[in-house]
Structures are given as C-alpha cells and as structure tokens.
C-alpha cells in the first residue's frame, strides 16, 4: 500500500463521502446498513441495538422477582413499549432498504426475499408478541418467555464476525484459532472484540451483583438471582481462564508447552484471573471445613480484569518501575515522619486523653490524618504543645504528602510523551520503504488506541514523520556547505550520521576493531574515545 494515497484511510477510520445526489433509498442504505462503508452509522446501530437486547434480558430477570414487579411494573411496561417501537423501526427499515442489500437485490421480490431470512424472523420474533396480545388472549409467563426471544437478535451482529473470523483463520490449527479469539492478533477481527466486550460486560455485571448483595433489602428479595448470576460469571471466568492457558503458546515468550504455560500462569494477569474465580470454588470445596463466607468480598478483585483491556494501567506500571526508588525515599520520608508525630502526639497528650493517646500505635492513626490533611476530628489534641505540633505537622504534611502525587503525575506525563515519541520513530521506520502493511497498520492502531490519540492526531504524526523522512533524504543529497547553512538540515544530517555510527558499531567486532586501530593508530584518541563512547551506550541499550 503507497503511503501517499492509502496510509491515513488504512490506519484510521476512512471520512466518509456519500453523495447526496443518490436516489433516498441508496442514499439511506448508505448511511445506516452498508457494512461495507466506512464511518457510516451501520456499527453504531448495531452496537446499541445489541446494548437493548441485553438490557431487555436483564428487565425479564427483574419482573420475574415479585416484589420488585409490583413496585416498578409501569417502568417495565413502558421500557417494554420503547423497545418494541425501536425493534419495530429497525425492521420497517429493513424491510424498507432490502432492495439494496447485495443478499436480496438480485432477486426480484427482494422485500419478500427479507421477510423469509433467517434474520428477518428473528426480528419479527422480537416484536411480533407484544403485537399479538391485543389480539390474542395470552398469558403474561408465556409472553415473558416469548419476549427471551429477542436475545435471538445478537445472532445479526455475531454471525457476521464469525465467517469473517473463519475465512481470516482458513488453514490454521484450533489452538491458533483459539488464540486469535482469546488474545489481540491480526487475525481476531471483529470476533475479539465482540469476545472482549462480553468479558468486560461480565466483569461489570458480576461486581455490581456484589456490591448490591451486601444491601439486605436486595439480597433479600434476589438472593437466588444472585447465587444464579455468580455460578454463571464463574463458569465463563473458568473458561476464559482455561482458554488463555491452553492457547498462551503461542504467544511470543510464552512457547514451551510447560514452561511458557507457568509464565503465563505467574503473570500478573493471570493470578487477577485465578483470584475472581478461586473464592468461588474454595468456598464449594471447603465450606465444610471452615467458614469461608469472608472471601466472597474479594469477588471484587473482578474489576481488576478490566486493566488488561486499558493501556493507561500498563503505562501507569511502567511509571512506577521507573521512578520507584524516588518514591520509595518519599515513602521511608513519609513513614519516618508519621512515627515521630505519633511518638510526639503520644508525649503531649496521653496524660491529657489517655483512652485515645494510649499507646504509639494507637497514636500513629491520628498522625495519618494529621499529615495527610484529613482531619476527620475524632481524634484531636487537647493540650497547648499538642495543638501547636498539630498545625506545624500539617503544614509539613501538605507539602510531604504531596511528593508521589506530583512524581506520578509528572512521570506519567513524561511516559505518554516518551511513548508518542516512540510511535513517532517506529513510523519514520515504517516509513522507509514507503509502504504501510497490514501488520504494520495494526501496530499503529493499538499503539494510537493504547495511546488514547485521535483520528487527527494520528494523521498528524503520521504527516510529521514524512516530514522528518523527506527532510533527511533531502538532506543526504546536498553538499556539506549547503547542509551547514542551515540548522535544521545541519541536526538531521548528523542525526543521520550519528545512527550510521551506532549501527556500525553493533556490526562491528570490538575487539578486532581496537586491535587494528591501536596498531595502526589511524584514529586519535578522541576519536577512540568516540567510538569507545558510542559503543558502551549501545551494549547498555541493547543488555536493557
């Protein structure tokens, strides 16, 4: 693909040109079903459609609890009539638009083609009770029942990624596909993601569940929809877990059968993963042993799963590697400082208030407080040299407690403008044969999304690394008088020159190399300290 024509289309979303000269049938089609345009509404639409259906389930779940029916019946029968219009609407409109869709416009009744597709059923299924009940007597369960139905929907948007999952992965082993489904990879598609946002969707589900069961009036009127619903994340936990161990090998670093499973096992994400689902079992295993109800509040460890779908966690982690032995002084300052204030609190007011200064431990609570600014007054001196050692500590505190805030947030700052740089000089490299690939593309699109950068701002980099590209096989073609009169030619000329160098001495063997100079002596000692500089950076970059 030539980068002057396709680089910006293929890398971002592609603008989308629709002429408004189309007849209003193409013209709509255009604009809400065409899955083959880009930046149409035709995702959009199917994303809230899916986000309906799953919300119709969940009310299902709610009317069947009594209690909360007879409360919130009128809430349900009106999100009831709102969905059934919205499904409504999207089947008029699909039965309106079918003689543009490539399916059923080459046949001549194509609306009647629709109408006996499998799809087109399915979302007469979805409507089709709610229509009946004015004309028919039915029984609200069965109508319930009937209204599951519309979970038949998602099959539209599921069917599609999966054929286009089974052509891209035509040839490969179940374990490839496996890991394409489970792990990022130019061969996931539109199926990881659909498979990654039903992860995170029960991730979300499931740590509300907990939160709401520690409510007594909700856990007492789901208390069965609660053990249902966890039994249910579990299973799809466990699942998820088992298919990240068996297809982890192929991932790069994780290729040994043994080995690189108990890698994967020992990484970070890996325990988050075992811990949502370890309370679960231990709790089935050995409740007749012990009392493990306790462990059912680290269900909440759940939410943690939801880093692996954020860069800003990974980012965040490689700040705090970097600037951990600044912190970790800070932290020793900030400890020091809290067990002398605790020891002070305690000199100046156990005799005054000796059932809250009982002790130095006990005292080490009110000099958190104090440091940190918190006050929350349970605790407060009494005494003269209590109060004053109060107010100069929590002016102390203001300014030492502050220190890993500012590090982090300035740190945090550098990294993202570090990693921007870094996305910068891979696309100068990428740039360099004036092709984009595919592999290539997909680098910069989750490098761009990991990034939190825009459509604009990925073009952007993308027309300043050209800039920079152009600049410096420009400049390789100009004398060295033409170069020096101008700066910026002058920089990128020896940036050029300088790269030459370090990638001459990775080539290079050292030892040979200083053998023939030092008998030679066709370099000066400058030069050998240079070269000798040069070298030791690039061993250290390479060994880091």
């Given at each position: ?9 293929l ?68 999100f ?85 999952f ?5 040839g ?5 596909r496996v ?42 009127l ?30 790069p ?58 860069g800003?966690?990974?980012s ?19 400890l020091?400082l809290v ?16 059932e809250?200064?009982?002790n ?100 952007l ?12 096989d ?27 160098v ?6 290079t063997?050292?030892d ?16 050998k300290k ?6 030791l ?8």
């Open positions: 693909m030539q980068i002057n024509d396709l680089e910006a289309q890398i971002t979303d592609h603008e989308t040109h629709i002429s408004s000269d189309l007849p209003f049938r193409q013209w709509l089609y255009a604009w809400l079903l065409n899955p083959h345009i880009e930046g149409n509404y035709q995702k959009t639409i199917d994303r809230w459609i899916a986000i309906l259906i799953v919300a119709n389930l969940f009310v299902l779940i709610f009317e069947h609890v009594p209690a909360i029916n007879a409360i919130y019946s009128t809430w349900f029968h009106y009831d009539v709102a969905s059934v219009v919205i499904f409504t609407i999207e089947y008029l409109v699909r039965f309106y638009l079918a003689p543009e869709d490539e399916e059923f416009k080459k046949h001549r009744f194509a609306r009647a083609k629709y109408a006996t597709s499998p799809f087109a059923i399915i979302d007469l299924i979805a409507i089709l009770p709610f229509f009946l009940q004015a004309f028919i007597s039915i029984d609200l369960r069965y109508l319930r029942f009937l209204r599951l139905l519309r979970i038949l929907k998602l099959f539209r948007v599921l069917i599609p990624a999966y054929k286009a089974k052509i891209a992965n035509e490969r082993t179940f374990r490839q890991h394409a489904l489970v792990f990022p990879s130019a061969y996931g598609g539109e199926l990881h993601n659909l498979y990654d946002s039903f992860i995170v969707v029960w991730v979300i589900v499931s740590v509300l569940a907990v939160i709401l069961e520690s409510v007594h009036s909700v856990h007492y789901l208390n069965m929809e609660f053990l249902i619903l966890d039994a249910i994340a579990v299973s799809i936990f466990t699942l998820e877990y088992t298919l990240r161990m068996y297809c982890c090998v192929e991932e670093g994780y290729k040994k059968a043994v080995a690189g499973r108990l890698k994967m096992a020992k990484s970070t994400s890996s325990i988050i993963d075992l811990l949502a689902i370890a309370p679960f079992f231990l709790e089935v295993f050995l409740h007749h042993l012990i009392d493990l109800r306790f462990m059912r509040v680290f269900r909440l460890l759940r939410l943690l799963k939801l880093t692996r779908y954020t800003a966690t990974q965040l982690m490689k700040v705090i590697a970097r600037e951990w032995p600044v912190m970790a002084a800070s932290a020793f300052i900030m020091l067990v002398m204030t605790a020891s002070l609190g305690y000199l100046f007011e156990h005799e005054a208030q000796p809250k200064f009982e130095i431990p006990q005292s080490i609570y009110w000099a958190v407080i104090t440091l940190a600014s918190v006050g929350y007054g349970d605790i407060s001196p009494v005494t003269p040299a209590g109060r004053a050692m109060t107010i100069v500590l929590a002016l102390i505190g203001i300014g030492i407690f502050a220190i890993p805030a500012a590090l982090l947030s300035s740190a945090f700052s550098d990294q993202l403008k570090s990693d921007r740089e870094a996305l910068v000089n891979k696309l100068f490299e990428m740039l360099s044969d004036g092709n984009i690939d595919e592999e290539e593309a997909l680098y910069i699109k989750t490098e761009a999304k990991r990034l939190h950068l825009s459509d604009e701002e990925v073009k980099l993308i027309e300043k690394a050209k800039r920079e590209r152009e600049l410096m420009d400049v390789a073609t100009l004398p060295l008088h033409k170069i020096a009169a101008n700066t910026d030619h002058t920089i990128e000329h020896f940036k050029h020159l300088l790269g030459q370090r990638q001459l001495s990775l080539l063997d050292q040979k190399f200083h053998a023939a100079v030092d008998s030679s002596e066709r370099l000066t000692e400058t030069d240079l070269w000798t500089l040069i070298a950076q690039q061993s250290a970059s390479k060994e880091h």
